[in-house]
């Protein structure tokens, strides 16, 4: 008898946490073009597997924002959903999506006239050493590697080693 309550219990409690239509800000037309969020859900294998936190925070914000365009995303997901596999990760990939994705939040608070939450703005704004590989030009590496620096990102330490490492690439 309590195995039947309990496995009731859990099913019904599964739909009370799950976002719906109603919780959007958002519920009556798609904001951003309908291509440009497919071609987002396109991605989300890869971005899951390369950068589980940004895919997370994109699903978040997307439920949450604008409905239609979430569910937009999620056709282009369905697409490659069974039967497929992402590809190795590549740090320049992995942040273009990063870069998108961050693109995709913004224009959707901007549209809908909210304040993006703190989470959004905190994990966003988290500037990394790694970040510093993702450049080509060696001048943009140690741009980025001095500014990373100059906001006390890094040590001092781990700046002259990654300098001295960017330079000896030449």
Request: charged residues 35%; glycine residues 6%.
């Amino acid at each position: 008898m309590y195995k039947y309550v309990l496995c009731i219990f859990l099913f019904l409690s599964t739909f009370a946490i799950a976002a719906s239509k109603k919780d959007s800000l958002n519920q009556d037309k798609a904001l951003i073009e309908k291509e440009t969020m497919f071609n987002a859900g396109t991605w989300k294998l890869y971005m899951e597997k390369c950068d589980g936190k940004a895919q997370k925070r994109l699903i978040s914000e997307l439920q949450r924002l604008s409905w239609p365009d979430f569910r937009n995303y999620t056709r282009g997901a369905a697409k490659y959903a069974s039967g497929w596999s992402s590809g190795s990760c590549d740090g320049g990939e992995t942040q273009k999506g990063r870069n998108f994705y961050n693109w995709v939040i913004d224009e959707l608070v901007h549209l809908t006239g909210d304040k993006p939450t703190k989470q959004t703005d905190n994990k966003r704004n988290v500037e990394k050493i790694e970040d510093v590989d993702d450049l080509d030009n060696v001048e943009e590496k140690l741009k980025k590697l001095k500014s990373l620096f100059d906001k006390n990102l890094i040590t001092e330490e781990e700046y002259t080693e990654k300098k001295k490492e960017i330079l000896d690439l030449i």
